[in-house]
């Protein structure tokens, strides 16, 4: 009979590459509380302590990412009045009223 394939939550692949960190437990009594083999305990650690990095440098990143964007925003908005105004008096110059 075929398994089908688990998939686990990052919250949960940080609860149990943490506890492989603590190392108050061997991998394999961690294996059997969380019905995981050891060897996906080990990967999860390595690439918790690879990625872990990233923690801090995430917030300027994501920062630089939403000003370039608000600016970007700003500048259409800017553009749009303009166009606005433009369309506005011509219509005004051709006896349209708003």
Known sequence: MKRTR????????????????KEREPLAKLA???EVHQNQISQWK??????????FEGKSV????????TEK????????EMERDFLK???TKLGYTT
């Open 62 to 69: 994501k920062t630089d990412k939403v000003e370039a964007e």
């Open 6 to 21: 688990r998939k686990f939550s990052n919250e949960f692949k940080a609860k149990v590459a943490i506890e492989a960190l």
């Open 32 to 34: 059997v509380r969380f």
């Open 46 to 55: 390595r690439e918790f302590l690879e990625n872990s990095s990233s923690v």
């Open 89 to 91: 008096k011509s219509l």
């Open 73 to 80: 925003l700003y500048t259409k908005i800017g553009k749009l």
